[in-house]
């Protein structure tokens, strides 16, 4: 199975998310609504300088029957980090094949599962991997630069 590296260019942009839910975890506090946190942390990265579409709806086809939008993802930050908000007590095993469905139909590496329910910080965010990116289809992370990505020059931005 081809396994494609991790995208650095995804790296920071789930950084920032993660320090943005760590001020909300700690500023807020559990108790709160999947949808309040949802759109707290939507206005958190949007004030980092990050795209976010909430709720973003997401379209696939399943042998050739499209399925018009089939689901939706809580946050999908930049076009590329899908993450999902949880409010409970112990995530469940399912939300992280959850995740990993929605990033394989999606075509995109990474996700993040944010649980505000969670005791402690350390355990509140779980990374999910879409490691067979490259081996049926061709993730954001495989895709070529566009335009905005490579800047004026025409060259890739390094780093």
């Known amino acids: 199975m081809h396994r494609s590296p991790p ?4 790296e920071p942009i789930a950084t920032q998310t993660i320090d943005a839910a760590y001020h909300l975890f700690f500023d807020l ?4 609504l999947e949808s309040v946190y949802e759109r707290l942390l939507e206005i958190e990265l949007r004030r980092r300088g990050l795209h976010v579409a909430r709720q973003h709806p997401v379209s696939f086809t399943y042998r050739g029957e499209p399925f018009i939008g089939g689901f939706r993802v809580d946050l999908l930050v930049e076009g590329r980090l899908v993450v999902e908000v949880k409010v409970v007590d112990t995530l ?3 939300a992280s094949r959850q995740v ?3 990033l394989r139909l999606m075509a995109q590496p990474l996700g993040l599962i944010i649980n505000f ?3 402690r910080f350390t355990s509140a965010v779980r990374r999910v991997e879409n490691r067979d990116c490259g081996a049926h289809l061709l993730c954001e992370a495989d895709r070529p630069a566009t ?8 060259r890739m931005d390094q780093g």
């Open 29 to 32: 506090g559990p108790g709160l």
């Open 147 to 154: 335009a905005t990505e490579r800047g004026k020059t025409g």
């Open 117 to 119: 329910g969670s005791p």
């Open 7 to 10: 995208d650095p260019r995804l």
């Open 100 to 102: 990993l469905t929605y």
């Open 92 to 94: 469940p095993a399912v």
